[in-house]
Structures are given as C-alpha cells and as structure tokens.
C-alpha cells in the first residue's frame, strides 16, 4: 500500500511539474496574480521564461519593466483581475488579455506566449492604460499633436 501511495505521488509531482511546463497559462496567470505585490519579481520571471530574448534584451525588458511599475504605482490600489481573451493563433501561439483592476483605472495585459521543443515562454507582452477610451478622453501626452492652429 505504501509503494502504490509513494509512486502516485510520485506520479502526480511529475505531472503537476511537467504540466506547469505546458500551459501557458500557468505562467501568465502566475504573473498576473504577482503583480500586485511583487511587479518587478513578476515580470523578471516571464521575461526568463524566454532565455534567450532575456539575455538579448535585458536592458529594454526592464526598461518596460520599470514602466510597468510606474503605470501600476500611479493607478492606486489593486482590486482584482479578470480574463478578457484567450486567442490561439496556433498550437504553439496563445495570446491572452487579462484586465488588472486599480483605484484609479484599469491596465490592460497582452501577453502571447509561444512554445518550441514543448516549453512555452514569452513571445510578447503590452499594456495599455487608455484603452477604450475615446481619442478626446485620453490623457493629454496621449493626444496627438495638432500643428494647425484653430480657427
């Protein structure tokens, strides 16, 4: 009785493991419910998901990183997420777009995860914090600019 409970636990830690491996969402919503109270430890674990883009990339991964930070800092106390799409564009591409909820306004997560060899990681990532809103609502730096004058 004990082997059979010591190898389905076995079993079962392979799996879980392995399973985490394999679906992107996992990593995406792991993130998203980091945020909140670690945004920067967050981010750096996706950005490694994809090594190679990290190592590439670092100084502009924490340059959207420390943006991202900035953005979730001004908006005011976190409430809570909710799942908008989950879009597969192929069997090794899934894009998801989660909305954080803050005191001040909402930011909008783009996250495409991608995988090769069975792992996936991170393809690309945005947000947005004007979405949905008018071209005459968004805030001032948001607006283009308008050379001619008005008559």
């Known amino acids: 009785m004990k082997k059979k409970l010591s190898l389905l636990l076995i079993i079962l830690s392979f799996g879980f493991s392995f399973g985490q491996n394999q679906e992107p969402e996992a990593l995406v919503l792991q993130t998203i419910k980091n945020i909140p109270s670690k945004p920067k430890e967050a981010l750096q674990n996706l950005f490694k998901s994809n090594p190679t883009s990290y190592t590439n990339n670092k100084e502009n991964l924490d340059k959207f990183s420390d943006n991202l930070v900035k953005a979730i800092e001004v908006s005011g106390e976190y409430g809570s997420y909710e799942k908008l799409e ?33 792992k996936w990681m991170l393809y690309n990532m945005s947000y947005y914090m004007d979405f949905g809103l008018p071209k005459d609502d968004r805030p001032i730096n948001d607006k283009p600019k308008d050379d001619k004058p008005k008559e």
């Open 86 to 118: 989950e879009k597969a564009h192929s069997k090794k591409m899934v894009q998801y777009k989660y909305l954080m909820y803050y005191k001040q306004r909402p930011i909008l997560l783009d996250i495409t995860m991608y995988s090769f060899g069975g």
